[in-house]
C-alpha cells in the first residue's frame, strides 16, 4: 500500500487551523489600500504617530470583542448582546467602585458582572433552548435596560487614580491599552490553535452531533463559551470606563456588537461554525478601526459611517458566500 | 425496434476520490419491469440521482423518447415523466394526506383558495386504487404515519399524470408483506398502463417474482442485464459482490470472555424493554427491518435517548449515561450509520477525527503536543491501511471505505471495551467492505465487545455470533448464528405485524 499515509513524511500541521494563507492575504490587500487612500487624502495627520496610536485605542476595545466573537462563532454561535454587556460591566464597576470606594473592587465586579450575563446567555441557549440570535437578541435589549436602570439611564462619574492611571498610562511609548489587546491575542491564538478545547470549539461548530457522539459535553461548553464571551466583555467595558472614567449604560458601546461580528465575518468566520482564526478577525478589526479613523478625519457624517458599515457587514457575508459556493462545500 | 421510454447512455459520474458510475449504459422499455440490484455503494441512487436530474453525468447522456435530454433539475426530469420513489419518502408532517399527495398541483378556486372538494376527490381516487381507503383519510394530518403509509403516500405522488418512468428504491424495506403484496399489485397495474419501471431492491425472491428483467451493477459498473428468466438468486449475488458471498467472512470460534455491556428491560420513548448481554469477544447482531428500534438501541446505549425504565451495566459497574461523554468515558465507541452528519467533521484533517476521542493522550496539561498527537494518528491510520496522502488530508475528500476506517481508527486510538457498529458498510464499495469485515472480526479477535446494526441480510448472518432480532421497538426473537438464516430474521422482524400496524395507525 504506498500511498499509505506513515509518521514520517507528514507536512506540517496545519489543516484544521490552515488556510491561513488566501483569506488574510485579501484583507492584508484590502488594509493597505485603505491607509493608501487616506494616506492620500490626509496625509498631514494620518501617518503621525499621534494617529497611528489613535487607531490603536480605537480598536482595543473592538479587537476584545471581536476575537471572543469569534470563538463564538466558530462554536456556530452568535452573541449580539456584547454591546449591552460592555455598557452594563462599566455601570457595575461606576457603582461598586462608588460603594465601596475601591477602585479594585469595583473591576472585580464589574468583570464578575460581564461574566455573569455571559453565562445566563449560555443558560438561556442550552437550556431554553433557545437560537442564540433571538437568545442574545433579547438579552441585548435586557442588559441595556438593566444598564439605564442602575442609575436612571445617567451615566456616572467613577473618580480614582488607579483607574485613571490604567487609562492613560504607558509602557515603551504605548498606551496600556493596546498592551493588553496584544496580551489578549496572543492569549486567543494560543487557546484557538494550541488547547484541546480550543480545538473541540472548532468541532463543535463544524458538526455538534459528531462533537457530542465523540464525547465532548457541548452544554457545558456552550455555556463556558457564552461565559467567556461576557468576560471578554467586561473587559472590554473596563477599557472604556478607564478612558471616560465613568460608567456609561449607553454612550461608547452601542453598536459595538455589529462592529465585532462584522471583524469576526471578514476575518474568514462562518457563520456556519467551524471556521474562522482570530488572525483573520484583528484583520477585520485593523480594517473597520482604519475606515472609522479615516472616515472621521476626511470629515464623513456619522449617518454616512453608519451606513458604511451596515453595507460592509453584508457584503463581507456576500464575499463569503459566494466563496463558499465556489468552493463547493 | 420500439424506443425505450428513457435509456441512459455511457454515463459517467465521479465525486472526489469514488467513481460513482463508470460508463453505464441501460434502456427502460414501456411496460417493463426492470430490477436494478447491487451492493450499497455499486451506483444504484446515484444512477437515479442522475435520471431524476438530481446529479449531471461527467459524461454520456440521457435520452427521452429516443432524444437527448438535459436533466438540468427535478423539475425538469419531472416535467420528462421521470419519477423517483424514495426509501425515506419526504412527507410534510403538518399536510393533511391529500395536500403531500398533490403538493405543487393543488387546484385553486378563483385562482386564490384551496379547492378542498377537488383535493379530496382526487385523493380518494387514489387511496381506493390502493386499497387503503380504510387506514387514511384524505384530510388527516400525516403526522406520525407509520413508514408504509408514508411510502404509500410517495407513490401516490409520483402517480400523477405524465409519469412515464418510475422507479423505486427499495421500497418494500419497510413493508410487511402484505404491503408489500398490495404494492406489487399497483406496480403490475403500472405496467399494464404501458409505464416503464425501475424497481430497486435487495430482496432477491421479490425480483425474481415481480421484474422482467434485471440490471446488475457493482462498483460503479453494469455488469449484467439480462431477462429475470436466466437468473437465479445465486448467480446474482455472485454478479452483485464478484466472487462467492462466503468469502467475505471467516467464521471461527472465538473464546468468549466476561459480560461487557448489560441491558436490562431498557425502555426508551422508542425502544421497549430490551434485554441483552455482549461477552468480550463476543459480536451481537442486532437485525430487523429499518425503523424497527436498532439504532434506537444504540442512541439509549450511548446516552442519546433518556432511560424511562431499565438498567445498564458496563464491565459489571452500573452504568446510566446522560450524555455521549458518559459512554466514552465508560469505555463504549459507537461507529454511527451516517458519516458525514455523526461522525466525522468532513472538513478537517484526519489527524484531527482520529485524535477528537483521545485529548488526553495528544495533549499536556491541555496543551496539544503535536508530535505526540501526529505519531498516534499515523499509527493507527497505518495499521488500519487508510488510503490518504497524509494525515492532513480533509476526510471529506477520502472515499466512503477510507472515511469509515478512519472512524474505526478513532475508536482504535481510544482503545474501548464495547463497540457499536450502526450500519458499518452503509455507502462502502465491495473491496473495502471486506476489509472492514476482517477488521470487525480482528476487533473481536482482540475481545472487544461489539454490537452490529446490519440491514444487510449477509454481513449480519456472516459476522455475528447471534443475531437478536428487533421489531417495532422490541426483541422479537434471538438466533445463535447456527441458525439464523435470511428467512428465520425476515420471519422474526414481520412477526405478527398487524397488531404493529394497528399500533403505528392509530
Known amino acids: 500500500m504506498t500511498d499509505t499515509a506513515t509518521a514520517g513524511r507528514e507536512r506540517a500541521p496545519a489543516s484544521l487551523f490552515g488556510r491561513i494563507g488566501a483569506q488574510n492575504i485579501s484583507l492584508l490587500i484590502a488594509l493597505v489600500v485603505l491607509l493608501a487612500i487616506f494616506g492620500v487624502l490626509r496625509p498631514d495627520v494620518f501617518f503621525t504617530p499621534r494617529n497611528l496610536i489613535n487607531i490603536g485605542l480605537a480598536v482595543t476595545i473592538l479587537g476584545i470583542l471581536a476575537m471572543a466573537q469569534t470563538v463564538v462563532i466558530v462554536s456556530g454561535g452568535l452573541d449580539i448582546s456584547v454591546g449591552s454587556i460592555v455598557g452594563l460591566s462599566t455601570m457595575v464597576l461606576a457603582v461598586a467602585a462608588q460603594e465601596t470606594g475601591s477602585i479594585p473592587a469595583g473591576i472585580l465586579a464589574g468583570l464578575l458582572a460581564g461574566l455573569l450575563a455571559g453565562a445566563v446567555n449560555g443558560l438561556i441557549i442550552v437550556y431554553g433552548p433557545v437560537n442564540a440570535v433571538i437568545a442574545t437578541l433579547g438579552t441585548m435589549s435586557a442588559f441595556r435596560g438593566l444598564a439605564y436602570l442602575m442609575n436612571n439611564g445617567n451615566s456616572i462619574p467613577i473618580t480614582g487614580d488607579s483607574l485613571r492611571a490604567l487609562g492613560i498610562g504607558t509602557l515603551f511609548g504605548l498606551p496600556f491599552a493596546i498592551w493588553l489587546l496584544i496580551a489578549a491575542m496572543a492569549a486567543f491564538i494560543v487557546f484557538t490553535r494550541e488547547t484541546v478545547v480550543g480545538r473541540n470549539i472548532y468541532a463543535l461548530g463544524g458538526n455538534p452531533t459528531v462533537a457530542r457522539l465523540a464525547g465532548i459535553p457541548i452544554r457545558r461548553y456552550q455555556i463556558s463559551i457564552y461565559a467567556m464571551s461576557g468576560f471578554a466583555a467586561a473587559v472590554a467595558g473596563l477599557v472604556l470606563a478607564s478612558r471616560t472614567m465613568s460608567g456609561q449604560p449607553a454612550s461608547g458601546s452601542q453598536g459595538l456588537e455589529l462592529e465585532a461580528i462584522t471583524a469576526a465575518i471578514l476575518g474568514g468566520c462562518a457563520l456556519q461554525g467551524g471556521k474562522g482564526t482570530i488572525i483573520g478577525a484583528m484583520l477585520g478589526v485593523l480594517i473597520i478601526g482604519v475606515l472609522n479613523n479615516g472616515m472621521i478625519l476626511t470629515s464623513v457624517p456619522t449617518f454616512y459611517q453608519l451606513l458604511a458599515k451596515g453595507a460592509l457587514l453584508i457584503l463581507a457575508v456576500i464575499v463569503q458566500e459566494r466563496q463558499r459556493a465556489r468552493s463547493g462545500e | ?506
Request: hydrophobic share 45%.
Open chain 2, 1 to 506: 425496434m420500439t424506443v425505450p421510454v428513457v435509456s441512459v447512455e455511457g454515463v459517467s459520474k465521479r465525486f472526489g476520490a469514488v467513481q460513482a458510475l463508470r460508463d453505464v449504459s441501460v434502456a427502460f422499455n414501456v411496460g417493463e419491469i426492470t430490477a436494478l440490484i447491487g451492493e450499497n455503494g455499486a451506483g444504484k441512487s446515484t444512477l437515479m440521482r442522475v435520471l431524476e436530474g438530481e446529479h449531471r453525468p461527467d459524461s454520456g447522456r440521457v435520452l427521452v423518447d429516443g432524444q437527448p435530454v438535459q436533466l438540468s433539475s427535478p423539475r425538469a426530469a419531472h416535467g420528462s415523466g421521470i419519477r423517483v420513489i424514495h426509501q425515506e419518502p419526504e412527507i410534510i408532517p403538518e399536510l393533511t394526506v391529500a395536500e403531500n399527495i398533490f403538493i405543487g398541483d393543488i387546484k385553486a378556486r378563483g385562482g386564490i383558495f384551496l379547492d378542498r372538494a377537488d383535493l379530496e376527490r382526487r385523493s380518494l381516487d387514489l387511496l381506493r386504487t390502493f386499497g387503503v381507503v380504510d387506514v387514511l383519510s384524505p384530510g388527516q394530518r400525516c403526522h406520525g404515519l407509520s413508514p408504509a403509509l408514508r411510502q404509500l403516500i410517495e407513490i401516490m405522488r409520483a402517480l400523477r399524470p405524465g409519469a412515464r418512468l418510475l422507479a423505486f428504491d427499495e421500497p418494500t424495506s419497510s413493508l410487511t408483506e402484505d404491503e408489500a403484496q398490495r404494492l406489487f399489485r399497483v406496480i403490475r397495474r403500472l405496467k399494464a398502463d404501458g409505464v416503464a419501471v425501475i424497481y430497486i431492491s435487495h430482496r432477491l425472491r421479490e425480483i425474481i417474482e415481480l421484474a422482467d428483467r434485471c440490471v446488475v451493477m457493482r462498483d460503479g459498473s453494469r455488469v449484467a442485464d439480462e431477462p429475470i428468466a436466466a437468473l437465479d438468486e445465486q448467480r446474482m449475488v455472485r454478479l452483485m459482490v464478484g466472487r462467492p458471498v462466503s468469502d467475505l467472512f471467516n467464521r471461527k470460534e472465538r473464546a468468549l470472555g466476561p459480560v461487557r455491556l448489560a441491558l436490562e428491560g431498557v425502555t426508551t420513548r422508542r425502544v421497549d424493554g430490551i434485554s441483552f448481554e455482549v461477552r468480550a469477544g463476543e459480536i451481537v447482531g442486532l437485525g430487523g427491518l429499518v425503523g424497527a428500534g436498532r439504532t434506537e438501541v444504540a442512541r439509549a446505549i450511548v446516552g442519546l435517548d433518556p432511560l424511562l425504565s431499565g438498567r445498564m451495566a458496563v464491565g459489571g459497574q452500573p452504568y446510566r449515561p446522560r450524555e455521549p461523554a458518559d459512554a466514552v468515558a465508560a469505555g463504549i465507541g459507537l461507529v454511527p450509520e451516517d458519516r458525514k452528519q455523526e461522525a466525522l467533521l468532513f472538513m478537517q484533517a484526519v489527524r484531527d477525527n482520529v485524535s477528537l476521542v483521545v485529548p488526553d493522550k495528544v495533549s499536556r496539561y491541555g496543551f496539544f503536543s503535536r508530535r505526540r498527537e501526529r505519531a498516534l494518528v499515523a499509527r493507527h491510520v497505518a495499521e488500519l491501511r487508510v488510503k490518504t496522502p497524509s494525515i492532513e488530508q480533509a476526510v471529506g475528500k477520502l472515499s466512503g471505505g477510507n472515511q469509515q476506517k478512519v472512524v474505526f481508527a478513532r475508536w482504535q486510538a481510544r482503545g474501548p471495551a464495547v463497540l457499536i457498529l450502526d450500519e458499518p458498510t452503509r455507502g462502502i464499495d465491495v473491496g473495502a467492505k471486506a476489509e472492514i469485515y476482517r477488521l470487525i472480526e480482528s476487533l473481536a479477535d482482540q475481545g472487544l465487545a461489539i454490537v452490529l446494526i446490519s440491514s444487510e441480510m449477509p454481513e449480519l448472518l456472516g459476522l455475528a455470533d447471534r443475531v437478536l432480532v428487533m421489531q417495532s421497538g422490541r426483541i422479537s426473537g434471538e438466533l445463535p448464528w447456527q441458525e439464523a438464516s435470511e428467512e428465520a430474521v425476515l420471519a422474526l422482524a414481520m412477526r405478527s405485524d398487524k397488531k404493529a400496524i394497528e399500533r403505528r395507525v392509530s
